[in-house]
């Protein structure tokens, strides 16, 4: 049985009709079918979020199925990837108090009122729903990208804007995107933000860094009033350019931490495990680790057991950013490099660096090589 084509917006729905009088085998996802004039049989089709008139009914064969609508703060079935514009609808950068009216916020809300472990099977249901649409769409995105140009940055939410590391993750970020690369990170604050606004800067001259930089420095950190403000002040001064892209996956699991805007896609989860499980599995091109504390360590060994059993076909390398942080005040380095020499780890191309150009070379060898180990 081949796949399903999947039909996400009018427009390609439209184009469908035009050529085919018998719609078969398609899921539709988010579709309003009573602004349409529909004249077709449809047979074994699946329908995600829509909304199908009752006129329409007797169009459709007995295996097409119809997934219920549940009323939630949410949707369900998102057909595409969020975007700061559409999880801050609500919010006013110049009014900061209005941040409890952002779309996103809401959700949050939703999502605590019910628990983190909700109960209610309608809203269990619901956020699996939700999660499986957003897999869905982040895959989508990436189809359009070689897979050894999926690369992630892992590090610290609290790391401060005015960090010479953050810095320095923001230049690495911004090279590889412009050398093709797609920068995948968990979405947050710290060295997640900094791998999107080193995306976002993508095109311009290396000097607008600094001059970035030194307009974030007045809110260093997340928890700081100013931080989403700055932020986007500096996207309206600094227009990401055109065809460059990054991924945030955050989650409202963590919703206390703010998305950054600087993420072109988002793919905001409600189960963590999912995007914690999903974002080493796509970063095929490598993951570049800046300084963190638990979360980081925890992906660290996760990145680990994945390379070492080759899980997704070939190792992919860990470069660490930080020479003393790595090798003494969290002593990381030294222990995979040890456990590699002793067998107990196979397959981990490990470096740790303080160099920018070393980063950045690690990577884009790897991905030039074409060779991972098989």
């Not at 649409?133 to 359009?144: G, N, T, V």
Request: with cysteine.
């Amino acid at each position: 049985m081949y796949g399903y084509r999947e039909i996400e917006d009018i427009e390609n729905f439209r184009t469908l009709v035009a050529q085919e009088n018998i719609i078969e085998h398609c899921a539709f996802q988010n579709i309003d079918f009573s602004l349409e004039t529909v004249e077709c049989c449809f047979k074994d089709c699946l329908f995600f979020g829509c909304t199908v008139p009752d006129s329409m009914q007797h169009m459709l064969s007995q295996e097409c199925y119809q997934y219920p609508k549940i009323d939630k703060p949410y949707n369900i079935f998102p057909s595409h990837l969020y975007s700061a514009a559409e999880l801050y609808a609500g919010y006013d950068p110049h009014n900061p108090s209005t941040y409890n009216n952002c779309y996103d916020c809401r959700i949050y809300n939703h999502y605590i009122a019910e628990g983190k472990r909700a109960r209610d099977i309608s809203e269990t249901f619901a956020r699996a729903m939700h999660d499986h649409s957003i897999s869905d769409a982040l895959h989508d995105l990436l189809s359009h990208y070689n897979e050894r140009q999926v690369v992630s940055v892992m590090g610290g939410h609290a790391l401060l804007r005015t960090d010479t590391v953050y810095r320095k993750v923001v230049l690495i970020a911004k090279h590889l995107t412009s050398a093709g690369c797609i920068i995948v990170t968990g979405g947050g604050p710290g060295a997640m933000e900094a791998a999107h606004l080193g995306a976002w800067l993508a095109g311009y001259p290396d000097e607008v860094v600094d001059e970035a930089l030194a307009m974030l420095a007045t809110a260093p950190c997340y928890k700081d009033e100013g931080w989403l403000p700055t932020a986007f002040a500096l996207m309206e001064r600094y227009p990401s350019s055109s065809g460059y892209s990054s991924v945030g996956v955050p989650t409202w699991f963590y919703g206390h931490e703010p998305t950054t805007p600087f993420a072109t896609h988002i793919a905001k989860y409600f189960d963590n495990s999912i995007r914690e499980d999903g974002i080493l599995e796509i970063a095929k091109g490598g993951v570049i680790y800046s300084p963190g504390s638990a979360g980081t360590m925890q992906e660290i060994f996760q990145d680990a057991a994945q390379n070492h059993y080759q899980t997704y076909g070939y190792a992919s390398p860990m470069v660490f950013i930080g020479t003393e942080y790595w090798n003494e005040t969290l002593p990381v380095y030294p222990l995979l490099s040890s456990l590699l020499e002793k067998g107990r780890y196979r397959n981990l191309l490990l470096s740790v660096t303080d160099s920018i150009d070393e980063a950045e070379r690690v990577i884009l060898d790897f991905i030039k090589s074409g060779n991972g180990i098989y």
